[in-house]
């Protein structure tokens, strides 16, 4: 994966550390040359960092599921643009959840009508400009917060079961029913992972000849925060298919079975090394044409994959970064 047209090259780092290796710096004048590690007797997966005998240049030596070594692209100092290293616990997704409850002031009154109207954005993930809304109500049976709480989290909870797949989860609590988005059905390469974006809207009611509305909304903290690491499949899997129609299914059942390093159900997700910098041709060609080396895996193995970041002792990405003026960017949980 080192053609010019290539705009982003991905990579997964395997999860067993021993095969993730610190960067080495080829030094070809000494008695005992420095060489990058051989991978061949690595596990899939395995990769290191390699610079130049001048500290000028770097790539990433990598061995691919079923390719054997490669390498990617060589990345000259002086055109790297940006790095940074992203927590996979920052990149988790907080499934939204609201508590719907009276609203001070106002008072159950038998007989009146309560209604609830829940806006569905980008539904079916076809756009923002393509909602939905449904709504639940419930007649008031009695002057009780609680028993109409149960009333409306069953109606909704009905008129929500004629989706194709579960939107949301309505649960009447004493304090007001709750409302959370529910996890969307996934497919790799067909389906990607979506999410809920909703708003409620309850109605209003008479209220000393005053239109007011029946209850508040009020944010809550997620319960579930759900990793990237459907996300990241997907990108492993478009990504390879980058690479030629082949690892795309495209000429089944005569095609390449590709075998994929990320796994979907992995909970607690994938961190990311990004290396942003530009290519640069000789001569007539020196247009600059911006690429990405992303490498994904675990905090631990990424950390060992970019070296010591400490102070006048840096190694790897960072004695290969020193007095650029370019910093490893880290996302607020890396620390």
Known sequence: MFTENQVRQFYVATSTAADVIAPVKVDGNAETPVVPTDLSTKSEGACQFVIGYYGDEMYLNYKGPKDGQQRSDIIKKCNVIDVRLTDAADMKHPMKKVLVALASGVTIVKGTTYILNVEIKNYIASSYNSTKVKFGAAIAKTTTAKDLYDALAENLTKNFKRE??????????????????????????????????FEVYPSTVDVDGVETKWATVTPQAATTLLPNSKAVADMEYFFHKERGDVYGFAG?????????????????????????????????????????????????????????????????????????????????SWE
């Open 252 to 332: 089944f059942p005569y095609n390449i079975d590709t075998k994929y390093q990320v796994d979907p159900s992995n909970a607690d997700g994938y961190s990311f090394l990004d290396i942003h910098y530009y290519f640069e041709g000789n001569s007539h060609n020196v247009g600059h044409s911006e690429k990405t080396l992303t490498i994904v895996g675990t905090k631990a193995n990424l950390n060992k994959l970019a070296g010591v970041a400490t102070s006048g002792s840096e190694t790897g990405l960072y004695a290969f970064l020193k007095d650029t003026g370019v910093t490893v960017k880290k996302s607020d």
């Open 164 to 197: 194709a797949a579960p939107l949301l989860t309505f649960t009447s609590t004493n304090n007001g029913i709750v409302i959370e988005e529910v996890e969307q059905p996934w497919r790799l390469g067909a389906a990607k992972q979506e999410f809920v974006d």
